[in-house]
């Protein structure tokens, strides 16, 4: 996750859909064009607008931004993030393919 303050008005910047060995998930702000990927990138969505990054409306983000290379993300109530590939897995009971290869902390229930 990223603070207000980091977000310049005047860059454009993509979010990094990061997912570590241990199962944890998280997004971290990428500015475009920059070399260095945060630690644990699994994937880059596409340029993100402003007013969501300064809210840091990951829900809002995954319905507006796509990953690149087009395909669509889901945020659960907590920011979690899964492709939904994992969604339709998850829902129809079947083997998840985690993108890691290691599920993520999900909140209990």
Known sequence: ?????EV????????ALCASPRGSRSHALHPLGHDVLPEH???????????????RDFNG???SVRIVGGKQYWVDA???WFTMEE??????ELEVPWVNGVPPHIAPK
């Open 61 to 63: 983000i995954s319905k």
């Open 87 to 92: 969604v339709s897995a998850l829902e129809e």
């Open 8 to 15: 310049d008005p005047n860059k454009k910047y993509q979010v």
């Open 41 to 55: 990138t699994v994937f880059l969505t596409e340029v993100v607008p402003t007013d969501l990054l300064l809210r």
């Open 78 to 80: 907590h920011g979690v």
């Open 1 to 5: 996750m990223w603070k207000r303050s």
